[in-house]
């Protein structure tokens, strides 16, 4: 069998598991919020407070799978660029275009592919992983917005305002992740040459 197989297995057996916590996630969240509100029996004609309770929490969980969709893609291309910078001679085919190629080009070669990927890698799991944490600021917000309306669905003399000021957390859901800047590289690139 060859290797990409051994790497398509891996993956689709990671997205079946991963799959299978979510769901489970899922249900017990659902489980835990069931004692003082049934979210499967909010209809159109529900009250407002109960819509926009199912509202968020339908919202807080797509934000919260997106996060974690993001951070799986990031470990699968972290992982398939370890093993690639690891076993790159395996994976590129000989240069057949140069006769008897010297061991100089080889090694320039691997190294210019070595370094890409080193580069490509950096500058795409930097993007996910602030959109990741992006992310689950954006679905804390919601769950904060639906504990804010249950809290008043089961106490009347709860201020809507007050519960909201309480139980938003301190971040703006509208801030945007930044892409990564060259300059960003570069210091990383001095202080590593600087240790050695």
Do not use: C, H
């Not at 991963?18 to 489970?24: D, E, P, S, V």
């Amino acid at each position: 069998m060859e290797w990409y197989w051994y790497i398509l297995i891996t993956i689709a057996l990671g997205v079946v598991l991963w799959m299978g916590i979510y769901i489970i996630y899922t249900r017990s969240t659902i489980y835990v919020y069931s004692k003082y509100i049934d979210l499967n029996k909010i209809k159109p004609d529900s009250p407002i407070l109960k819509r926009m309770a199912r509202i968020y929490f339908v919202r807080y969980q797509s934000y919260e799978i997106s996060a974690y969709i993001i951070l799986g893609i990031s470990v699968v291309i972290l992982s398939l660029s370890i093993y690639s910078f690891l076993f790159i001679n395996d994976i590129i085919p000989p240069i057949k275009t140069i006769q008897n190629p010297s061991e100089e080009f080889i090694l320039a070669t691997t190294i210019s592919i070595r370094t890409g990927i080193i580069l490509v890698v950096f500058f795409i799991t930097r993007v996910l992983l602030k959109l990741y944490s992006y992310l689950l600021q954006v679905s804390g917000f919601y769950i904060s917005r639906f504990d804010a309306i249950l809290w008043k669905l089961n106490d009347d003399g709860v201020d809507i305002e007050q519960a909201l000021k309480f139980t938003t957390p301190e971040i703006s859901p509208v801030r945007t992740p930044q892409s990564p800047k060259f300059d960003d590289l570069l210091e990383i690139l001095k202080e590593n040459f600087k240790k050695k």
